[in-house]
């Protein structure tokens, strides 16, 4: 029996944020990068996701239905 992949409705960013609020951070100790959406007056990520290569960093870009940048192509 074969499986086709479903194609799953894009997440919603949180309100007030777009494609320019994201964001990348990695830890000084441990070296894990995160990205999420900035929030500037609290200066935290919302919506974080653990990723370790440029690849989950586009699929990141692609769930929430925006273009990953050109450089991670």
Do not use: N
């Not at 799953?8 to 964001?23: M, N, Q």
């Amino acid at each position: 029996m074969l499986f086709s992949k479903r194609k799953t409705a894009p997440l919603t960013p949180p309100e007030g944020f777009d494609r320019a609020d994201i964001r990348t951070e990695s830890s000084i100790c441990t070296g894990e990068t995160t990205i999420g959406f900035y929030d500037g007056r609290t200066g935290r990520l919302l919506q974080a996701v653990a990723v370790r290569t440029e690849r989950d960093i586009a699929e990141f870009y692609r769930s929430y239905g925006f273009d990953p940048p050109v450089e991670l192509v």
